[in-house]
């Protein structure tokens, strides 16, 4: 089984580029959205993405349990989670414990029973935030990407809809 | 004819990367400059640009109708232009549909009769930031930025003046 | 003697990157951390480092005078310079004049009797900053990064832990 990162800014056509990669991987694609549906702006990217998105892909939403959901999906994927961003903002809000909670999906990862496929926003290259919990916040996301990377098959950095394989 | 995208952050070396490669497309480059001099700051940066270019070049300012001068143009080229990113800021200060005027443009690139090189910004990398402006602004820039990309028959993603070329 | 120089967001992995390049270049490696311990959280960065790092290293305090330290060093290098971007930001804060720091810096580098290895971060791919100040230093940042990277050996962007030779 493959595990393949996408990683690039927002709005670089990462997701694009994520799903035409899954899309290639099998015929029963599994698109998990990390987002929750909380504000107007959030339910019109969603919507946007959806639209993109061909008929075939079965959809979950799973804005904190990725790990138990890609269990759940056992050999019957690919699966493209979108984003982990997100998803890590999302424990980060809620108070988990971030270091615990970035294990347990490289753990779920490596063990997993289909190709998985990620997408993460580069949050690191802007001047530093002025605020602490934005500063943590990219400490982590930086952190976390460097861990899936690190047992990621494939690694591409996308820029301007331009995917380019690192690794 | 061809199109020609340089990408890099701020400071980046992207624009001494297009100039010169601009240069070697022709005999007769066109500077087409999408900035407004509205204070010292902007002064200083539009000097230091012209300082370093060759005395050959012509240098148009077209803060906000790029399509409109390289039609002008013609077969005369090649054009520079340098940034798409202040130039979709300008349409965005002036209120219009930026989706028409990104369309427009991406419909001059494809007619155009001069080699044309353009340059822009990534700006997707950092944070999100805190106000629904500045986030609206990302988004326009990565969509404009993916479909320039997608018309152009060479890439150029560049950092620290290093141009690697992507596409 | 070699110049080399790894460049990337926060928390990218460009640390750990260039430890390990600078540990194959010879046995008695030096490190430079160019940061004053003023508050917690930079603490604690420290001392992620440290724990992270062999017993090998030697290590050098050096915020604001590195060409003098380099020169110290001399020939009993390799030397790890970790990094330009919060030493930059340290002649800032000192009010000191920033071009001139770093032609001295590229003098330095030029004439060093080891091989260095440098570490900066990319800060220019987020929104432009509200305030003068983060736009000034974004803008030195990227002009050092540019200077650096012209007479470095080699160059490597790095993302979620992958290193790119782009020079």
Do not use: H, R
């Given at each position: 089984m493959s595990i393949s990162f996408f990683i690039g800014g927002a709005r670089s056509g990462k997701s694009?580029?994520?799903?035409?990669?899954?899309?290639?991987?099998?015929?029963?694609?599994?698109?998990?959205?990390?987002?929750?549906?909380?504000?107007?702006?959030?339910?019109?990217r969603v919507k946007r993405h959806q639209q993109r998105r061909d008929k075939n892909?079965?959809?979950?939403?799973?804005?904190?349990?990725?790990?138990?959901?890609?269990?759940?999906?056992?050999t019957r994927g690919p699966v493209l989670i979108d984003c982990l961003t997100l998803w890590l903002s999302n424990h980060l809000l809620n108070k988990n414990n971030l270091d615990e909670k970035i294990d347990e999906l490289?753990?779920?990862?490596?063990?997993?029973?289909?190709?998985?496929?990620?997408?993460?926003?580069?949050v690191g290259t802007g001047i530093v935030p002025d605020n602490l919990l934005a500063r943590e916040f990219r400490d982590n996301a930086g952190f976390m990407n460097q861990k899936v990377a690190s047992v990621s098959?494939?690694?591409?950095?996308?820029?301007?809809?331009?995917?380019?394989?690192?690794?």
């Open positions: 694009i580029s994520a799903e035409n990669y899954t899309l290639n991987l099998g015929n029963n694609p599994f698109y998990m959205a990390t987002c929750e549906i909380l504000d107007e702006e959030m339910a019109l892909w079965t959809t979950i939403v799973a804005p904190l349990d990725i790990s138990g959901e890609i269990q759940k999906i056992g490289i753990t779920t990862l490596i063990n997993s029973k289909s190709d998985i496929v990620l997408v993460s926003n580069e098959d494939e690694v591409y950095w996308v820029v301007a809809g331009i995917q380019t394989q690192i690794k």
